[in-house]
């Protein structure tokens, strides 16, 4: 499962007279990358820092140097008190809820029907991967045809009148968390089939002869040995629920339509409205949260490295 | 005794297999139902109940490539003109009534996703391999840090970073260009690659390198003939991972391209016909863009959850 990273690193006095060598040639190798780094990432998000404590449009301003013009805290303080925004933070939450719970419950599901081994495993496997390396916003257009009020095959399937499933407000927030469970439930299906296969078989065959029953042998052994690798996926699967961008847009067309969703309300805010200092004060509060579950993700991985 | 226990075991295996093949299927309903669109006569496209047996025509692979216009009436084609139309002209006509002007805009948008996945792919795996290998092998002071610094830059919302990367890009006349969506992927990319070809890199044993210098290869010697051939399957697995993110991307291309570098993802949701919302060209599309990106996936099963994890997972 987890193999203890080797510190290959060449210490002592063996190799020390090409230390000072070394030292530059390292340099030479990590510094592009943190140079491009620096300049794609981190100095926009200084910049945007900046520009969450001004008033500041990008409309329509092609010329450099209009000055933002500084407000201090009152973008953050008018996010926080404002309750429609605060909806927007609740309808996120649910959608995060609704997707990944109803991913990591199927695909922890299929991963145990797929302990068994019999022909066609294999097929059936890179069948149900498929989805999960396309591209969210296709995917959101494909679902689109398929969930046509009109004329699609879902209502039709379900044999459901002409429900519209992409426009109808009270609605498209569940259809959006179905196309996202379909996308990603091969994602936790994937790591708990490695979490299983890496149970040792003497822990199973141990419980056998102490006759233990299923459900004992799933809670004591399955579900603890497991755990770990459920948890990656969960904390990935949570951080990329709270973004998503592109699968409503792909649903629901220009985004009009969409769930009040905390990124789609950013795009609206930055981009359509063009309140860029808005924009990015929110950007901002969504980073910290980003950030927050990040690192929970980091400490885990350190820890399972030690 | 036994015996009945090994029936009843049979029995709930082939149960378990009919579910898993009932479930497969259904998984793939939306996608076969895309291709079956694809393949659907103009005429059929909107009919409900939607039909499943038809005669399938190419005629929407046809309009996707293509950019159309409908003929005006009384401006119909005569027969002589017909007979010395080509195939698909004579496709397109006898089912849309319309006219081939030019090749359509997905053409160029393919080869803009194809061009700006293979350069940033390419400057991700040489800076990436190069980090990668910094970090794996050599002391570096606040290694951690700096590593936790790379991913933490992967993680960060393409919808908050866009923000300034737009104002920035406009201010270097980057918007709209190759050079820009290149060298954004590439950042987004890099990170993702020093995790995983740092995983890569640690599982070779030490000792080929350090028998090597003893034969007095130089360290650069050591990367070029030891490291870089022993790790080539990590580093294409990385190379395959990268393009399928530049392939797929969409909030950067949507919101940092228009037309010149505009990638298939941020085109194909908005294209419309001149006789509305084409959904057979939509389907079309649809199945063009995905295929490389399902064969990626059949050829990267193998290394699928340890690229998904950054690494983290090594199986």
């Known amino acids: 499962m987890f193999k203890r990273s080797r510190e290959n690193q060449f210490n002592g006095n063996q190799l020390l007279h090409r230390s000072m060598r070394d030292t530059t040639l390292v340099r030479l190798f990590i510094l592009p990358t943190i140079i491009l780094l620096i300049a794609i990432n981190i100095f926009p998000l200084f910049w945007s820092l900046f520009l969450s404590f001004s008033s500041y449009s990008a409309k329509g301003a092609t010329e450099w140097g209009k000055n933002p013009e500084m407000i201090g805290g009152l973008n953050y303080s008018r996010i926080l008190t404002d309750p429609r925004i605060w909806t927007k933070f609740i309808t996120t939450a649910k959608y995060v809820v609704m997707s990944v719970g109803g991913e990591m419950i199927l695909g922890f599901g299929l991963a145990l029907l797929l302990q068994l081994k019999f022909k066609g495993k294999g097929f059936v496997t890179t069948f149900l991967i498929l989805p999960m390396t396309m591209s969210p916003v296709i995917v959101g257009l494909m679902w689109r045809l398929f969930y046509n009020p009109n004329w699609g095959m879902f209502n039709y399937l379900l044999g459901l009148g002409k429900i519209d499933w992409i426009s109808d407000p009270a609605r498209n927030l569940y259809s959006i968390v179905l196309v996202d469970i379909w996308m990603w439930t091969p994602f936790v299906m994937l790591l708990s089939i490695a979490g299983l296969s890496a149970i040792p078989k003497y822990l199973y065959e141990a419980a056998e002869i102490d006759r233990a029953s299923w459900w004992f042998k799933f809670t004591r052994i399955t579900l603890p040995m497991v755990y770990p690798l459920l948890l990656v996926a969960l904390i990935f699967r949570t951080m990329e629920a709270f973004k998503i961008f592109d699968l409503p847009m792909g649903i629901t067309g220009r985004g009009a339509m969409a769930p009040p969703l905390l990124s789609m309300y950013l795009y609206n805010t930055a981009f359509v409205t063009w309140k860029t200092s808005f924009g990015a004060s929110l950007g901002y509060i969504m980073l910290i949260m980003i950030i927050a579950i990040t690192s929970l993700f980091i400490k885990y991985l350190n820890k399972a490295k030690t | ?315």
């Open chain 2, 1 to 315: 005794m036994a015996g009945i226990v090994k029936k009843k075991k049979n029995i709930s295996r082939f149960f378990i297999i009919f579910i898993l093949i009932v479930i497969t299927f259904v998984y793939l309903i939306p996608l076969l139902y895309v291709v079956n669109t694809s393949f659907r006569p103009w005429i059929d496209i909107k009919e409900y109940p939607p039909k499943i047996m038809f005669k399938p025509s190419i005629s929407s692979y046809i309009r996707i490539f293509t950019s159309r216009a409908v003929y005006a009436p009384g401006k119909e084609p005569t027969e002589e003109e017909f007979a010395n139309m080509k195939w698909y002209e004579r496709i397109v006509y006898e089912e849309t009534n319309e006219k081939i002007i030019r090749i359509g805009d997905l053409p160029k948008r393919y080869l803009n996703s194809i061009i700006i996945g293979s350069i940033s792919t390419a400057l991700t795996i040489i800076l990436g391999t190069c980090a990668a290998y910094g970090f794996s092998r050599f002391k570096v002071r606040g290694k951690d840090d700096l590593l936790f610094f790379i991913l933490s830059t992967r993680m960060l919302p393409p919808v908050v970073v866009v923000i300034p990367v737009f104002l920035m890009f406009r201010f270097l006349g980057l918007n709209d260009t190759h050079l820009g969506l290149i060298l954004l992927y590439t950042a987004f990319n890099v990170s993702f690659a020093v995790w995983v070809l740092k995983g890569f890199i640690d599982e070779i044993p030490i000792e080929y390198e350090e028998a090597a210098m003893v034969d007095g290869y130089s360290r650069l010697q050591v990367f070029r003939k030891i490291v870089i051939p022993q790790a080539s399957t990590g580093i294409a697995a990385t190379a395959v991972f990268c393009f399928v993110f530049a392939w797929n991307e969409y909030a950067f291309a949507f919101l940092l391209s228009r037309t010149v570098a505009q990638t298939v993802p941020a085109w194909l949701p908005y294209q419309m016909g001149v006789l509305g919302y084409d959904w057979g060209a939509a389907a079309a599309g649809t199945a063009v863009f995905l295929l490389p990106a399902m064969i990626f996936t059949i050829i990267l099963r193998k290394h699928l959850v340890r690229g998904i994890t950054f690494g983290a997972i090594r199986k």
